[in-house]
């Protein structure tokens, strides 16, 4: 299985400021996601973090807010633009197709709270 | 994607087995199953997947019904750190394949 390691693990903002979350998976991987977790909540796909091009968002996300890079493919950022105490949430990036594998893994999350 | 329909919440006596069900009545025939659960405040883990067969892994036994609408989960011999959010998701195994989940069952297994 890959390894999926998440910086920072936890923060705590004030609103109007910008957070950039790092995923670092352990192997090279196909894909990469990240979802948003609300306080008891499922988790929401945001976006697909696509390797030297622009990420793919999904309805209700737009990249001004959720700006991603991916600039290996190994590695991805989240950043959160313009935090609001709405955005506070668990901020989890997730990969697929690592080592032939069809499954997909999740690091272990970067719980956001904004003041 | 097709949607799943899961109970809400479940409980389960430690040591007994945990079965839990899911209904994914329009499944294509390209979706496979996948199982994943989330123990508070971790991320996602996954526990099995499943086409058409049974599958049965360390952690758990997937039985997909012979028309695909429907499977059931089996942790054999639940223990209370298997006390989580459990997720039924069906999706089309490709290089763009992604994992859109639900709400899920949130099992309680007990004492």
């Known amino acids: 299985s890959a390894v999926i390691s998440q910086k920072p693990s936890r923060d705590i903002c004030q609103r109007g400021t910008s957070l950039t979350i790092q995923c670092q998976v352990d192997?090279?991987?196909?894909?990469m996601f990240w979802y948003r977790q609300q306080p008891g909540q499922s988790l929401t796909l945001i976006a697909t973090?696509?390797?030297?091009?622009?990420?793919?968002?999904e309805s209700g996300f737009v990249i001004d807010k959720f700006p991603i890079s991916r600039p290996n493919l190994t590695f991805s950022t989240l950043t959160v633009s313009n935090m609001s105490p709405e955005d506070s949430s668990i901020y989890l990036c997730?990969?697929?197709?690592?080592?032939?594998?069809?499954?997909?893994?999740f690091g272990p999350g970067t719980r956001l709270t904004v003041l | 994607d097709a949607k799943t329909t899961q109970p809400t919440s479940m409980d389960c006596a430690e040591g007994r087995a945990a079965n839990l069900p899911c209904n994914h009545s329009?499944?294509?025939?390209?979706?496979?199953v996948y199982w994943y659960r989330q123990i508070h405040s971790q991320g996602p883990q996954y526990i099995i997947h499943g086409l058409k067969n049974n599958e049965t892994n360390e952690m758990a036994s997937l039985i997909i019904t012979e028309d695909r609408k429907s499977s059931t989960l089996i942790l054999p011999h639940a223990t209370l750190r298997d006390t989580a959010v459990y997720y039924c998701i069906v999706r089309v195994v490709s290089n763009t394949g992604k994992l859109i989940f639900g709400q899920g069952t949130t099992l309680q297994v007990k004492p």
């Open positions: 973090a696509n390797q030297g091009s622009e990420a793919t968002y």
């Open positions: 192997s090279q991987v196909t894909m």
């Open positions: 329009t499944i294509s025939g390209n979706e496979y």
């Open positions: 997730s990969a697929f197709g690592g080592r032939g594998t069809d499954t997909q893994y």
